[in-house]
């Protein structure tokens, strides 16, 4: 396995989507499990030397979740709330995901993970996020949300190489 998988961020100007694709040397089923098992996203999904912890998780067709990011000091750093509208194993993944540090709620993104299956035992991983606005779009966008997504994705390179999946 090498690191040459690059994480691909599509987002057209003014609309409320963006599109996230990356791949895995990993199988379907694999890459599928990491995303919808709290155990395992605990162990690659938080960028930069960070931990996720979850405050509840119900990982099923109409489950809900509720996790936050706390940095190595312990201080938490975001929290996100979202139900979980289907999980299709190992094929998709419907949620939405909601930011609960902004001033206001609402914010709610809905977020489709597809799992395309790839010659060799690899994995295609193209997410689609809808926002309520092109401003909520563009701040995600803005957050930095690149820069950890490829950290959160080099995570899982690492969970996977080292055969924890």
């Given at each position: 396995?090498?690191?040459?998988?690059?994480?691909?961020?599509?987002?057209?100007?003014?609309?409320?989507?963006?599109?996230?694709?990356?791949?895995?040397?990993?199988?379907r089923?694999?890459?599928?499990?990491?995303?919808?098992?709290?155990?395992?996203?605990?162990?690659?999904?938080?960028p930069?030397?960070?931990?996720?912890?979850?405050?509840?998780?119900?990982?099923?067709?109409?489950?809900?979740?509720?996790w936050y990011?706390?940095?190595?000091?312990?201080?938490?750093?975001?929290?996100?709330?979202g139900?979980?509208?289907?999980?299709?194993?190992?094929?998709?993944?419907?949620?939405?995901?909601?930011?609960?540090?902004?001033?206001?709620?609402?914010?709610?993104?809905?977020?489709?993970?597809?799992?395309?299956?790839?010659?060799?035992?690899?994995?295609?991983?193209?997410?689609?996020?809808?926002?309520?606005?092109?401003?909520?779009?563009?701040?995600?966008?803005?957050?930095?949300?690149?820069?950890?997504?490829?950290?959160?994705?080099?995570?899982?390179?690492?969970?996977?190489?080292?055969?924890?999946?």
């Open positions: 396995m090498d690191n040459s998988n690059k994480t691909k961020i599509t987002a057209e100007e003014g609309k409320q989507e963006l599109f996230i694709v990356r791949e895995f040397d990993a199988s089923e694999k890459v599928f499990k990491a995303f919808s098992t709290p155990e395992l996203l605990m162990e690659f999904f938080a930069f030397g960070n931990k996720m912890r979850f405050n509840y998780h119900n990982y099923q067709t109409g489950g809900s979740y509720s990011n706390e940095d190595q000091k312990g201080n938490v750093l975001c929290t996100f709330n139900i979980i509208h289907e999980i299709e194993a190992p094929i998709r993944l419907i949620q939405t995901s909601e930011f609960m540090e902004l001033p206001e709620r609402g914010h709610v993104v809905l977020e489709k993970m597809l799992f395309e299956e790839l010659p060799n035992g690899r994995t295609k991983l193209i997410i689609h996020d809808v926002c309520f606005s092109v401003a909520d779009r563009n701040a995600m966008i803005d957050s930095g949300m690149e820069k950890g997504l490829i950290e959160i994705f080099n995570n899982l390179d690492h969970l996977i190489r080292n055969s924890k999946l």
